[in-house]
């Protein structure tokens, strides 16, 4: 991570904050006031953190070395087959959470949370990695979201139903790619192979003393889950409305190691980074959906739409009936996109205000508005129904096929 920090700064993209800053809501309402990446160097004292890593998409293509309008179809194209290494065994010191400049984000928030922080855990042969957010509860204990179904969750059952904890390595400051991979859903185990991917082709990694392996990291916890839950939340998420209160798992912290001078990684829980996270990596998912039934230019998850739940999908049609066919495809690769616009090759999916002129000029809405009800929907969704689905909605905003005429734009050579 501080490979990528040097490089930001050369670009002119870093914030210093030289003066003292508290972790209680006032880094975290610094970061909110804009999209560079803000480097904290006396959080509550002396402690080194940053936040807005990748705030935008310029700076995850920053981090990837890719053109930003290159992302979506580069990532789509990837192989998720890059090569991982055996590095050093890790020397764990006593753990004490009281050492980190943890934030608290918001006023009604239960406590103070780790946001940025990427769980890897081992269970029977299969390795995973992926971010949950953890609220810390005393010195060696974190409360965690672990949403069912998903694969930390899936490993915890499958080592309770043995009698047994899960091993778990929590790292924090990692790069960006490392983050960015372990948001992303791809075939069991293959989080690092696809980082590996994203770094050049090889990611080393090192071994935690109970067996997981960890990437580079400023901060790596190891521990376990077991059986014990408590109350977990409120907390900020996603739509910037608080989650509610939850039983979650308790994770037992039973070693703990930190480079010199540690910096200390936060996402600002509903900022643009928590956004490009937590949507940017399903952009791929619905390009390829897309492209298996028309051909697809760019899809865009809107920072409006909290990242997550608006997509913009950008198609050059053959046929009369490919935008419906892409408005399905996307909301089956992401069953919580709540919204989807498809749009033509002459409208910047990127520009919200070209989008709205296409839906402006080019959207009938007895014909082309496609409205499903009773389906799955994002349990993070406000308005969403009690017993978990939701209504949805596409919009066909292209031009009718064989009408392109009418709809010429004015424009200078």
Same mark, same amino acid.
């Given at each position: 991570m501080r490979n990528f920090i040097e490089k930001m700064r050369e670009e002119g993209r870093v914030i210093d904050i030289e003066e003292p800053c508290s972790t209680v809501f006032e880094a975290?309402?610094?970061?909110? /006031?804009?999209?560079?990446l803000v480097f904290f160097h006396k959080l509550d004292g002396d402690r080194k953190g940053v936040m807005n890593v990748t705030a935008s998409r310029a700076s995850l293509s920053c981090a990837l070395g890719i053109p930003e309008p290159d992302i979506v179809p580069r990532l789509a194209a990837t192989s998720q087959n890059g090569l991982i290494t055996e590095g050093t065994r890790l020397?764990?010191?006593? @753990?004490?959470? +009281?050492?980190? @400049?943890?934030?608290?984000?918001?006023?009604?928030?239960?406590?103070?949370?780790?946001?940025?922080a990427v769980v890897f855990s081992q269970y029977g042969g299969v390795e995973n990695a992926s971010i949950h957010r953890m609220q810390v509860l005393d010195e060696r204990r974190l409360a965690a979201r672990l949403v069912e179904g998903r694969h930390t969750h899936s490993l915890l059952q499958d080592a309770l139903a043995d009698g047994e904890r899960l091993p778990v390595a929590i790292t924090?400051?990692?790069?960006?790619? =490392?983050?960015?991979?372990?948001c992303t859903r791809v075939p069991q185990g293959k989080e690092m192979q696809y980082? !590996? #991917?994203?770094?050049?082709? %090889? *990611? #080393?990694?090192?071994?935690?003393?109970?067996?997981?392996?960890?990437?580079? $990291? %400023? &901060?790596?916890? #190891?521990?376990?889950?077991?059986?014990e839950t408590t109350e977990e939340g409120p907390f900020v998420d996603i739509t910037g409305t608080y989650d509610p209160v939850r039983q979650g798992p308790v994770i037992e912290i039973t070693g703990m190691?930190?480079?010199?001078? !540690? *910096?200390?990684? +936060?996402?600002?829980?509903?900022g643009n980074e928590h956004k490009i996270l937590m949507g940017m990596p399903? /952009?791929?998912?619905?390009?390829?959906?897309? $492209?298996?039934?028309?051909?697809?230019k760019n899809v865009v998850l809107t920072t409006? +739409?909290? +990242?997550?739940?608006?997509?913009? =999908?950008? &198609?050059?049609?053959?046929?009369?009936?490919?935008?419906?066919?892409?408005?399905?495809?996307?909301?089956? !690769?992401?069953?919580?996109?709540?919204?989807?616009?498809v749009v033509d090759e002459d409208i910047n999916p990127f520009r919200m205000e070209d989008v709205e002129y296409a839906i402006a000029t080019r959207v009938r809405a007895d014909r082309d508005v496609m409205v499903i009800?009773?389906?799955?929907?994002?349990?993070?969704?406000?308005?969403r129904i009690g017993d978990g689905t939701n209504v949805k909605m596409g919009v066909d905003a292209t031009m009718v096929m064989g009408e392109e005429e009418k709809f010429i734009r004015a424009e200078w050579d």
């Open positions: 975290p309402k610094r970061a909110s /006031e804009t999209d560079d020397n764990m010191d006593t @753990p004490d959470l +009281g050492l980190l @400049p943890v934030m608290k984000h918001f006023p009604l928030d239960a406590g103070r949370y780790l946001t940025s924090i400051g990692t790069h960006p790619a =490392v983050t960015f991979a372990s980082a !590996a #991917e994203l770094l050049g082709g %090889e *990611i #080393e990694l090192d071994t935690c003393s109970h067996g997981v392996r960890v990437p580079d $990291a %400023e &901060i790596v916890l #190891e521990g376990y889950i077991g059986s190691h930190m480079k010199h001078d !540690a *910096i200390y990684h +936060g996402i600002l829980p509903a399903y /952009e791929p998912k619905i390009f390829q959906a897309v $492209a298996g039934v028309t051909r697809v409006g +739409g909290c +990242g997550y739940l608006h997509g913009i =999908v950008q &198609i050059k049609k053959s046929t009369q009936g490919d935008a419906k066919n892409a408005i399905m495809a996307a909301f089956a !690769a992401h069953t919580s996109l709540k919204h989807v616009v009800v009773g389906v799955r929907g994002s349990s993070l969704d406000p308005c």
